[in-house]
């Protein structure tokens, strides 16, 4: 085998999950209604009716994914901490009993060697806190401080990296611009000031895990980012593309790395939408030094310019390739392009903390699932993040999204993503032909 496609000593293989996507117990021993509890049972909002109540019951079996985990090898797991098990009404007293959950979660992992990378929010905000406006409002960020520096003091000894949000875009412009997400607001005039306060709300986390002195962990953050092509060389298909790299790469990258709000932003959403509320002080909080940056990364878009669409000027084009079942391109050199972006505004060291894709599996008689399209994804995916190492990237680890089958939010639990089978029915878990092929790659450090 060709050295180069080895990745170096130490590099973290993982796993990735929410704690919405898989958890379900929805209001077992004290957890209070989430955003999601509450949209799911909008009707019409989630292919085929799903919810995430029971999800893969993760809560109870916790102990057997995490003895998959160990047998496929995993160096570290990702999972997402619901802030609503945490503080049933965003704040005030702690539920021991959720807590506890996690602890045994982590104790579970850390018999077996594998390190946890927490995501203290993976947009289940707690119902009580929408009701108060939610991340429109500024005091939810106050909110988050107080609920992320009570996880440091009572998890932080265990738990060596920390990921205060995840994708922040995802929960600005889906959860309150379009409405496609939790808690399914449409209005685009909440966007910048929903991000504004995610990220603000990130920055006084930080310095909480600070304040915490924990000298061995670490804290980041996880971005979506996706590279955005021009449909063609015409200058006004360069400026569409741009832009929307602005609104979902730029908006967040500029503000934690530099400490300002891209100008060509400003200028664009100042003339469409309100500006980020920015208080004095708000920058330098956002743009605290953090220890890492994760990335997820999954296709490309493509844009022509197109103002029949009024708030972006731009229109998405058909993808140039084949896809998954998400009707994502297949375009491994995303995670090239994406870490090469992360690597204009920062010299940390990257993780790609989102890597998959979603196939229509077939379970053959014999209960097996050759997931070929899945492990050829992988494959061509995982040697991108090599090129991407070659090309001078700090890249430290590599996740794959996601264990197991779960609640892909919107799209139901039809949307199958895990390197684990999972009969929904039964709650019985099998590997796929992926699994045993990632397994195989964290035993050789590569391909
Ligand atoms: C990402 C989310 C993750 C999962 C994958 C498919 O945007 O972070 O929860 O839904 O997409």
Redesign the pocket.
């Known amino acids: 085998m060709s050295d180069d496609l080895r990745f170096p000593p130490g590099f973290l293989w993982g796993a990735?999950?929410?704690a919405y996507?898989i958890e379900g117990a929805w209001d077992a021993d004290g957890k209070g209604e989430s955003i999601w509890d509450r949209f799911v049972r909008r009707p019409g909002v989630i292919a085929g009716g799903d919810t995430g109540d029971v999800a893969c019951d993760h809560y109870h079996r916790y102990a057997e994914d995490v003895g998959h985990m160990a047998a496929m090898g995993l160096g570290a797991y990702r999972f997402s901490i619901a802030w609503p098990r945490i503080f049933p009404s965003g704040g005030g007293r702690p539920n021991q009993a959720g807590l506890d959950f996690y602890r045994r979660l982590i104790a579970a992992l850390r018999d077996h060697g594998i390190t946890p990378m927490a995501t203290i929010h993976?947009?289940d905000l707690p119902q009580a806190l929408e009701d108060r406006g939610g991340w429109v409002n500024r005091d939810t960020a106050l909110r988050f401080a107080e609920y992320a520096s009570f996880l440091f003091q009572a998890l932080g000894a265990e738990v060596p990296m920390w990921a205060t949000h995840?994708?922040p875009f995802?929960q600005a412009f889906y959860g309150y611009g379009t409405g496609e997400n939790a808690p399914g607001r449409r209005n685009p005039w909440a966007i910048l000031p929903v991000g504004h306060h995610l990220l603000l709300s990130h920055g006084l986390a930080v310095d909480a895990f600070r304040a915490a002195h924990l000298p061995s962990a670490q804290i980041g953050i996880?971005l979506?980012i996706w590279p955005h092509h021009p449909a063609s060389p015409r200058p006004a298909d360069v400026r569409a593309a741009w832009r929307i790299d602005g609104g979902m790469n730029r908006l967040f990258l500029e503000p934690l790395f530099r400490g300002r709000y891209p100008e060509d932003m400003l200028r664009h959403f100042g003339r469409r939408l309100m500006r980020p509320p920015v208080r004095p002080d708000d920058m330098e909080i956002i743009s605290r030094k953090i220890d890492f940056l994760g990335v997820?990364s999954?296709t490309r878009l493509i844009h022509a310019a197109d103002w029949r669409d009024l708030l972006t000027g731009a229109r998405q084009v058909p993808p140039r390739g084949p896809t998954t079942a998400?009707g994502w391109e297949i375009y491994p050199d995303c995670i090239v392009e994406a870490l090469a972006k992360a690597r204009e505004y920062t010299d940390l060291p990257l993780y790609i903390t989102?890597s998959?894709a979603?196939f229509n599996d077939v379970v053959g008689p014999d209960g097996h699932i050759d997931d070929a399209a899945r492990t050829d994804y992988l494959r061509m995916h995982i040697a991108a993040a090599r090129r991407a190492i070659t090309a001078g990237a700090d890249l430290r680890g590599y996740f794959v999204?996601?264990l197991m089958d779960n609640f892909?939010?919107a799209q139901g639990c039809a949307?199958r993503?895990g390197l684990i089978h999972v009969d929904f029915t039964t709650q019985r878990r099998t590997w796929k032909g992926s699994a045993r092929f990632f397994r195989d790659v964290i035993a050789r450090n590569g391909l």
């Open positions: 990735a999950t929410a996507q993976h947009w995840n994708e995802v996880v979506m997820n999954y998400m989102e998959g979603a999204w996601t892909e939010w949307k993503f």
